[in-house]
């Protein structure tokens, strides 16, 4: 009985393992591509908006849906086109899911989550549920190799909302960053 406990324990310990191990295995990834881009198709209640993402270390650039969100230097330019503003503010105030803060969000993931793999239609994946009390859980799948995420799915009591990644790839050009001159009429909030 002892014994069978012990193994229990080792496929318990090794299941946790291996999906912070591909938690880490897409962090890793990403980080050995040193600049890259990645476009996006978000899923809510049957609508899809598309948009992309260029990531350089910490610092990001993402555009979607007529809004742009530049981070460099811990500073977050929110660009939003049909308000014709900009509202800055420290990166500190950026989210942790993927869309938020593209450069950190898998790194934060294992503080916040309880993490469990999984294998679902052959593909691995990554089961994420609250350390504490209820919320969203969220399912990470892998692509073909297992390095990169190729799907996350938020999921909520009442829904959810599905990021597909159709590309990740190098970036050879620079990182746009944000320009002043470029928003000259827009109305600037600055909330630091």
Same mark, same amino acid.
């Given at each position: 009985?002892?014994?069978?406990?012990?193994?229990?324990?080792?496929?318990?310990?090794?299941?946790?393992?291996?999906?912070?191990?591909?938690?880490?295995?897409?962090?890793?990834?990403?980080?050995?591509?040193?600049?890259?881009?990645?476009?996006?198709?978000?899923?809510?209640?049957?609508?899809?908006?598309?948009?992309?993402?260029?990531?350089?270390?910490?610092?990001?650039?993402?555009?979607?849906?007529? &809004?742009?969100?530049? !981070? +460099?230097? %811990? $500073? *977050?330019?929110?660009?939003?086109?049909? @308000?014709?503003?900009?509202?800055?503010?420290?990166?500190?105030?950026?989210?942790?899911?993927?869309?938020?803060?593209?450069?950190?969000?898998?790194?934060?993931?294992?503080?916040?989550?309880? &993490?469990?793999?999984? !294998? +679902?239609? %052959? $593909? *691995?994946?990554?089961?994420?549920?609250? @350390?504490?009390?209820?919320?969203?859980?969220?399912?990470?799948?892998?692509?073909?190799?297992?390095?990169?995420?190729?799907?996350?799915?938020?999921?909520?009591?009442?829904?959810?909302?599905?990021?597909?990644?159709?590309?990740?790839?190098?970036?050879?050009?620079?990182?746009?960053?944000?320009?002043?001159?470029?928003?000259?009429?827009?109305?600037?909030?600055?909330?630091?």
């Amino acid at each position: 009985m002892r014994s069978l406990i012990l193994s229990l324990f080792i496929i318990i310990g090794i299941g946790v393992a291996s999906a912070q191990s591909l938690l880490d295995s897409f962090s890793q990834r990403l980080a050995s591509m040193g600049r890259y881009q990645a476009k996006f198709a978000v899923v809510v209640d049957g609508q899809t908006i598309g948009g992309e993402y260029i990531v350089e270390g910490s610092n990001f650039y993402i555009t979607s849906d007529g &809004v742009e969100l530049y !981070v +460099a230097d %811990g $500073v *977050k330019y929110e660009v939003n086109s049909s @308000k014709r503003e900009v509202v800055v503010d420290s990166a500190a105030s950026l989210g942790s899911d993927l869309l938020s803060n593209p450069a950190q969000s898998f790194e934060s993931l294992k503080s916040q989550f309880n &993490v469990s793999d999984s !294998v +679902a239609s %052959g $593909v *691995k994946m990554v089961k994420l549920t609250p @350390k504490e009390g209820s919320g969203e859980s969220i399912d990470i799948y892998a692509d073909g190799s297992g390095e990169l995420p190729r799907r996350i799915v938020y999921n909520f009591a009442n829904g959810s909302i599905t990021i597909l990644l159709t590309s990740i790839e190098l970036y050879d050009m620079a990182l746009p960053l944000f320009e002043q001159s470029r928003y000259a009429e827009y109305e600037v909030i600055d909330m630091r």
